[in-house]
Antibody
Framework: QVQLQESGPGLLKSSQTLSLTCTVH??????????WTWIRQYPGRGLEWIGY???????YYNPSLKSRLTISVDRTKNQFSLRLNSVTAADTAVYFC???????????????????WGQGTTVTVSS | QSALIQPPSVSGSPGQSVTLSCTGT?????????VSWYQQSPGAAPKLIIY???NRPSGVPDRFSGSKSGTTASLTISGLQAEDEADYYC???????????FGGGTKLTVL
């Protein structure tokens, strides 16, 4: 049973860099044909797709965040990470790491679904 | 890119059926069968309940079903139970460069 665990600081000041790491437990990050994903949820509900990365390093970003965003993968540690530069109060949210099956050969067969989620980590940006 | 449109709230009584809608455009829901639905209880992460419009992961009760017509996807919950009270989100692949967009969510209240 794959489990995901986010880690990183919960409180930042405006203009700082947000760094979060997601550790994948229970399966190699390179197996299964999945895209490893970051999603955030604003206070009051709204979900936003941040971006995702394949185990080989191919990454895809939300255009609204692309200029500030880097997603990377470390296969040796079975982790993937997010770096978001120049944060503001608008980046305050719960950040989830997750597993996305983007068609093709993902083992679960849950095509185009996010079928495993981390518990989420709250990030607050203060001025 | 705009989010998919979901009604903010829906309610129903135990045993009834409710249908939650998710309206997109020809760039997303209308052109791709890549719609999924998520159930989120307070304080928890979302849970996948429907993928590819109308498929259920194992363990999801068959009371949950999905469909699509044109640019609107729907989630129907039959035989409503108290435990179904939660927030429900739809998502879809989009041909815009974001790849995936979400709806704003619908709060389901079981009366």
């Amino acid at each position: 049973q794959v489990q995901l665990q986010e880690s990183g600081p919960g409180l930042l000041k405006s203009s700082q860099t947000l760094s979060l790491t997601c550790t994948v437990h229970g399966d190699p990050i390179s197996s299964g044909g999945y895209y490893w994903t970051w999603i955030r949820q604003y206070p009051g509900r709204g979900l936003e797709w941040i971006g995702y990365i394949y185990y080989n390093g191919d990454a895809y970003y939300n255009p609204s965040l692309k200029s500030r965003l880097t997603i990377s993968v470390d296969r040796t540690k079975n982790q993937f990470s997010l770096r978001l530069n120049s944060v503001t109060a608008a980046d305050t949210a719960v950040y989830f790491c997750a597993r996305y099956c983007s068609g093709g050969t993902c083992d679960s067969g849950h095509q185009f679904g996010v079928d495993v989620w981390g518990q989420g980590t709250t990030v607050t940006v203060s001025s | 890119q705009s989010a998919l449109i979901q009604p903010p709230s829906v309610s129903g009584s135990p045993g009834q059926s409710v249908t939650l809608s998710c309206t997109g455009t020809r760039s997303d829901v209308g052109s791709y069968n890549r719609v999924s639905w998520y159930q989120q209880s307070p304080g928890a992460a979302p849970k996948l309940i429907i993928y590819e419009v109308n498929n259920r992961p194992s363990g999801v009760p068959d009371r949950f079903s999905g469909s699509k017509s044109g640019t609107t996807a729907s989630l129907t919950i039959s035989g409503l139970q108290a435990e179904d009270e939660a927030d429900y989100y739809c998502s879809s692949y989009t041909s815009s460069s974001t790849y995936v967009i979400f709806g704003g969510g619908t709060k389901l209240t079981v009366l």
